[in-house]
């Protein structure tokens, strides 16, 4: 049995009904007959029933009017067509039914027909003719003709298909292009900023060498002017203070040297120190508040003094006063937690996870791009850590922990 393909063919060129399909399993097939002789159709009724795959609807006409008419409201599967009529002819409505139902198959069914008149018809395209004193071929050529429209319709089916397909992956094509496109355009925006973000870096680290090497000679002659004073006025805390502000500072000029290399900072020299004599003199120096107490550490007393010293100063600096600025410290099981707070506008969110990233500035910060990188290599450098908080009320706080003696080192 063929398989019901109910899917309509429709011809180019030509109307919506233009179709043709062969019946659902529920449907019966639609032949409409145009013939005069009604005992003629009775025998073509009798030699289909029963021997097609589907049930029969017969419509019989035996005009032209008839005919057109039932096109149009039969609907048919299939065409079958007297040769010869008193009115009419079977070439005449294979010409009217293929410019109506081009698609639906047309068998002429006639009583005598010469070859010569046989092999015409079907050079214009009649599917098919059996004589009417071989009517036992009339099913057989009947399943073939319905055949071919079922092959006609899966092959339009799979051709409409490879259409759509063809389309949807000319489509897509078009959108991976199009993507193309703008990969490759944001590729070489990257590059370009890259290579800009490259000569940035190497012009700020070319300054900064040059900087610290420009440095170095005034510090180096500061030094050898405030010994000289020294030995001459005698020794004083003055003095003392302007020596330590120098060492410091050139003790800075070298670290800036250093990362601009790339390298880590150096040179950690470990003493027992009084972390309140050392909060207290930076205090002195930039005029904020220090803590009372005493509380004795191992660590480096200048390295430690460059990390406060670089706290506060990018404290006052963003909050405009010293007086907004204060120290605070506080002893724990095995360390000590030191904290600059301020009452300035306050490190946002979004910046406190990069505050201490190396070339990183920021006005928010307070970071001129390296202060607070050496500032976390240095405690780190002690064991330490530092980070930085929300001051209540407005402001930031940085605190930094670092270890304290054990028993049994004191």
Aim: charged share 25%; glycine share 8%; proline share 5%.
């Amino acid at each position: 049995m063929l398989d019901p393909a109910p899917t309509p063919i429709t011809a180019p060129g030509h109307g919506a009904q233009t179709w043709a399909s062969l019946p659902a399993e529920t449907e019966a097939l639609r032949i409409l007959h145009l013939e005069d002789s009604e005992l003629d159709h009775e025998l073509v009724v009798m030699n289909l029933e029963g021997e097609l795959p589907w049930a029969t609807d017969f419509r019989r006409t035996e005009n032209e009017a008839e005919f057109r008419a039932a096109l149009d409201e039969h609907r048919p599967h299939l065409i079958l067509s007297d040769f010869s009529l008193p009115s009419y002819d079977g070439l005449s409505a294979f010409q009217a039914a293929n410019a109506h139902l081009p698609m639906v198959p047309f068998i002429i069914v006639t009583g005598a027909m010469g070859e010569e008149v046989a092999v015409d018809t079907l050079r214009q395209g009649v599917t098919d003719y059996v004589l009417k004193a071989r009517l036992e071929r009339l099913p057989q050529a009947v399943r073939r003709a319905m055949a071919e429209v079922d092959a006609r319709a899966r092959r339009e089916q799979a051709e409409r298909e490879v259409r759509d397909l063809n389309a949807s992956l000319q489509a897509r094509l078009v959108e991976v292009e199009r993507l193309n496109g703008i990969a490759e355009r944001q590729a070489r925006r990257l590059e370009v900023q890259a290579r800009q973000l490259e000569e940035a870096l190497n012009l700020q680290k070319t300054f900064l060498a040059e900087t610290s090497h420009e440095l170095r000679t005034p510090l180096t002659a500061l030094h050898g002017y405030l010994r000289r004073a020294e030995r001459e006025a005698g020794g004083s805390q003055t003095l003392l203070d302007a020596q330590r502000v120098a060492e410091n500072m050139t003790r800075l000029v070298n670290d800036l040297l250093q990362l601009s290399r790339g390298e880590l900072v150096q040179g950690i020299e470990n003493h027992f120190l009084n972390l309140g004599n050392l909060l207290r003199q930076i205090g002195r120096d930039f005029g904020v508040r220090a803590p009372d107490g005493d509380l004795e550490i191992v660590g480096d007393p200048g390295r430690l003094t460059q990390v406060f010293a670089n706290l506060v100063n990018n404290a006052v600096r963003v909050c405009g006063s010293a007086d907004k600025v204060h120290l605070e410290f506080s002893e724990r099981p095995g360390e000590v937690e030191v904290r600059v707070v301020d009452c300035g506008p306050g490190v946002p969110d979004h910046i406190k996870p990069r505050i201490f990233d190396k070339f990183y500035r920021g006005k928010e910060a307070g970071s001129a791009g390296l202060g607070l990188t050496i500032a976390q290599q240095v405690v780190t450098s002690h064991g330490g850590s530092i980070d930085v908080l929300d001051t209540p009320g407005g402001g930031a706080t940085f605190r930094v922990r670092l270890p304290t003696p054990d028993e049994d080192e004191e």
